[in-house]
């Protein structure tokens, strides 16, 4: 069955840095195009950004591009986001999502102290 596992998340001051990862199995990883959406307490959950399988062309949301950078590894069956640059308002519960049957991972909390 897809399993999505995501890990990194944490604690961090505001100009600092996380990489999140997510931990696919069940599928062949690489034939998919995956996607990281966040959730802020109060907001609804917002589109961060998505690497599409197949080329590999990124998509950033505004609020994050130049930032964040969304990658993979096929070999490794894993998902990422390097965030630099945080800001207090990028806290959130970070999800990995597979479009493709809508599957989704149990979120990583991010918090971002000013």
């Known amino acids: 069955q897809v399993q999505l596992v995501e890990s990194g998340g944490g604690l961090v001051q505001s100009g600092g840095s996380l990489r999140l990862s997510c931990a696919a199995s069940g599928f062949t990883f690489r034939s998919y195009t995956m996607k990281w959406y966040r959730r802020a307490p109060g907001k609804e959950r917002e589109l961060v950004a998505a690497i599409f399988s197949p080329g590999g062309s990124t998509f950033y949301a505004g609020s994050v591009k130049g930032r964040f950078t969304i990658s993979r590894d096929n070999a490794k069956n894993t998902l990422y986001l390097q965030m630099n640059s945080l800001k207090p308002e990028d806290t959130a519960v970070y999800y990995c999502?597979?479009?493709?049957?809508?599957?989704w991972g149990q979120g990583t909390q991010v918090t971002v102290s000013s």
């Open positions: 999502n597979r479009p493709t049957g809508d599957y």
